[in-house]
């Protein structure tokens, strides 16, 4: 039996986090949530008031300040997770400098501290279904050209496109390495990729894997899907990119479906040259 995780939840402040940190203390798992400000610790505990003593802990970290690996490290030392979750992201506040900040130094900042630590056996990184390079063949014609018009430069996402495609590529050369270095054990990684997030309830279905390119999803599902990923990959899954979009399906029957069939949204990219890249 797998000992029982203790999870570094970077955004814990952000409407994802605030969704997932319950789901996650639920299923008996430690979580140390960071926050930027010392005031929202208590709506940390307000979202998980069930939480066993020591079950839930609250680190006040500023991520706009963490742009290096040593940095992350020092952060990961002092926490000491097996699994880490990225759920932070600038929210398009701050302009292209803070997305770049947040979104990729940050981000990669933690990968590749996490990468480094053999002590993390899972990275969960909540991302987007626009971070891709290639047209996915499961993608009309028409959902790839608005995609592309807004990744490109000048478009509406073309900062946060480059931040959250960098990062996930990042994230997945860095497991690819890991995973064929003998000498070290394997990191899980899963790369959730939901469309654009919804303000509305949940309402516990969803679409997984390869979607359609345009469409959203309530941030309650999106974490109740990650709490269910991160239950398959504690159960022996081994993780990849998993797009989301609502849907017609119950939560927990699309992530069995999606995990039983190793069904990957990286399909069509250059996973070569991905790999190349460190």
């Given amino acids: 039996m797998s000992t029982s995780p203790h999870i570094l939840l970077l955004g814990g402040h952000g409407k994802i986090a605030l969704y997932l940190t319950p789901r996650l203390i639920s299923r008996g798992w430690t979580v140390t949530s960071v926050v930027r400000n010392p005031d929202h610790e208590a709506d940390i505990h307000a979202a998980a008031p069930n939480a066993a003593k020591g079950a839930l802990n609250v680190l006040v970290s500023d991520l706009a300040e963490i742009s290096t690996q040593e940095a992350a490290q020092a952060v990961i030392d002092t926490v000491r997770p097996t699994w880490v979750v990225w759920s932070a992201g600038a929210g398009g506040k701050g302009g292209d400098e803070r997305t770049h900040q947040i979104d990729y130094l940050a981000a990669a900042a933690f990968i590749r501290a ?53 990062a996930d590529e990042l994230l997945t050369a860095l497991t690819h390495k890991r995973e064929n270095d003998d000498a070290r054990p394997a990191i899980k990684t899963v790369i959730l990729r939901p469309g654009w997030l919804a303000e509305r309830e949940g309402t516990g279905k969803v679409h997984l894997g390869k979607t359609k390119g ?35 399906n119950e939560i927990g029957a699309e992530v069995e479906r999606v995990v039983s069939s190793g069904e990957t949204s990286i399909d069509g990219e250059n996973i070569a040259e991905i790999h190349s890249k460190v």
Avoid: C, H
């Fill in 114 to 166: 996490a990468a480094a630590t053999d002590g993390v056996t899972t990275f969960l990184m909540v991302s987007a279904n626009n971070s891709r390079r290639s047209k996915p063949s499961w993608w009309s014609d028409e959902e790839w050209a608005g995609t592309v018009q807004m990744n490109s430069e000048g478009g509406i996402l073309a900062a946060y496109f480059q931040a959250k495609i960098n």
């Fill in 214 to 248: 345009v469409g959203d999803v309530p941030r309650e599902d999106v974490a109740e899907t990650a709490a269910r990923l991160l239950e398959a990959v504690q159960n022996g899954w081994k993780g990849g990119w998993v797009d989301l979009l609502a849907g017609d």
